[in-house]
């Protein structure tokens, strides 16, 4: 099994749906993080935790929710998803043993039509 | 906020040729790491760089910390298909100790 795992690894909705993506790991770490992928644009961050009762925006956090509902589970919602929140979502863990060297999921591929 | 640049957006090599791809920053970041996504896959780190000057192989990839602190390098040498994907950069400034990546590099290798 993968030590980061994303679920769904594709999907497509409708705009105006409310959505949810999954990520557990099994690394043990205490920092996980979400990231949006678009060509061209690098990973943006868009929110990240650093243990259970911590949550932080990061860089694109408009029209995104998260939660940490254990120490391995941290989920993102888009509330009502729009079209250009069509991109790849990926889910990293780390902590402070890793010296930054994050572990990222296989990604969610999202397109909201 | 900060920024970590890398250009071209993209490369295109011969398969055998040696590529280098910086990383500049404007600021000052007290850790570097290089990452590569393969196609339909999540990043996976290839080196990290901790300290000013530091030069780190990994097989057939060096990676340097600029003295500046504000730019790193990594080489792969004698490449092969494999090492077709994106090439990210990233930085730690140590204050957030979150990650700031580079929008990546994609490189393509012509058998």
């Known amino acids: 099994d993968a030590d980061v795992t994303q679920t769904p690894r594709n999907r497509i909705t409708k705009t105006g749906k409310r959505i949810m993506l999954e990520c557990s790991q099994t690394k043990g770490h205490d920092r996980m993080y979400w990231y949006r992928q678009d060509p061209g644009l690098g990973l943006q961050l868009i929110y990240y935790?650093?243990?259970?009762?911590?949550?932080n925006k990061g860089e694109i956090s408009d029209g995104y929710s998260v939660s940490r509902q254990a120490q391995a589970k941290f989920s993102l919602s888009l509330e009502s998803a729009i079209p250009n929140q069509t991109a790849l979502y990926f889910c990293a863990t780390s902590d402070l043993n890793t010296n930054y060297g994050y572990t990222f999921g296989s990604g969610t591929r999202l397109t909201v039509v | 906020g900060q920024q970590l640049n890398q250009s071209p957006q993209s490369m295109f090599i011969q398969e055998g040729e040696d590529v280098s791809m910086n990383c500049t920053s404007s600021s000052i970041f007290n850790t570097w790491l290089w990452y590569k996504q393969d196609p339909g896959e999540g990043p996976v780190l290839l080196i990290a760089l901790y300290k000013a000057g530091e030069l780190t192989s990994n097989g057939r990839l060096t990676a340097q910390f600029g003295i500046t602190r504000k730019d790193s390098f990594l080489n792969i040498s004698a490449s092969i298909p494999s090492d077709v994907g994106i090439y990210f950069c990233a930085g730690v400034d140590g204050a957030n100790s979150k990650l700031t990546f580079g929008k990546g590099i994609t490189l393509s290798v012509r058998p």
């Open positions: 935790s650093f243990d259970v009762k911590d949550i």
